[in-house]
């Protein structure tokens, strides 16, 4: 017998029927879905805006934020830094971004955005932030919080597995880097 031969016609889902996936895999559908549409948007915004979704938010972040350090800006963004620094190279090499020594600790560098990032620094249509926006606008309070509260949880424990290593039937907790800077700590740019 082939491995599909026992499949029944009914058994795999119709292109119209919602396959009853549970409450686990229905969540995992949904991020997927997600994820697509992040990417797919990013994909299109780098061709429209000449930023990718990922640049744009350094983008945003370092007009809110001037003089923050990519250190700060990876912790934001939940990223490592090293994530990071191929995008800050290239977005202070079109011009966007600039870099400067901390004065305070010459080892550290801080960003802010030049004009040409500045000019670009606004909403704007057809990006992932737009989408956010009116998502947001649709939904009461309570549902907002709620989805907050489900992200964070997942995206804590998500974290949580990547600092577990596990070694055969022993998992062991690797420390995570400690980071003392709080997203509270550092205040915004004057208002707009």
């Known amino acids: 017998m082939k491995p599909l031969e026992h499949m029944s016609e009914t ?16 969540f ?10 992040l990417q797919s948007t990013s994909k299109r915004m780098e061709s429209t805006l000449g930023l990718t979704g990922p640049q744009r938010l350094v983008l945003r972040l370092v007009g809110r ?14 990223v ?7 995008v800050l190279k290239r977005m202070e090499k079109r011009g966007l971004l ?6 305070l600790d010459g080892r550290k560098a801080l960003f802010a955005l030049t004009d040409q990032g500045r000019a670009m620094d606004v909403p704007a249509t057809g990006t992932v932030e737009s989408a956010v926006e009116r998502v947001l ?16 949880a997942l995206a804590e424990e998500l974290g949580a597995a990547e600092a577990t290593v596990d070694y055969g039937q022993t998992a062991v907790s690797l ?13 915004p740019s004057a208002t707009r």
């Open 137 to 152: 606008s649709r939904l009461t309070r309570v549902r907002l919080q709620s989805a907050q509260e489900a992200l964070t």
């Open 175 to 187: 420390p995570k880097e400690e980071n003392g800077a709080a997203l509270a700590g550092e205040s």
């Open 98 to 103: 600039e870099r400067k020594s901390d004065p």
């Open 28 to 37: 995992m559908r949904l991020l997927w879905a997600v994820d697509h549409g």
């Open 65 to 78: 934020f001037p003089g923050i350090t990519a250190g700060r800006l990876a912790q934001i963004m939940h």
């Open 80 to 86: 490592h830094p090293s994530t990071l620094t191929g």
């Open 11 to 26: 058994s795999v889902p119709d292109k119209d029927k919602k396959a009853p996936l549970g409450e686990v895999l229905e």
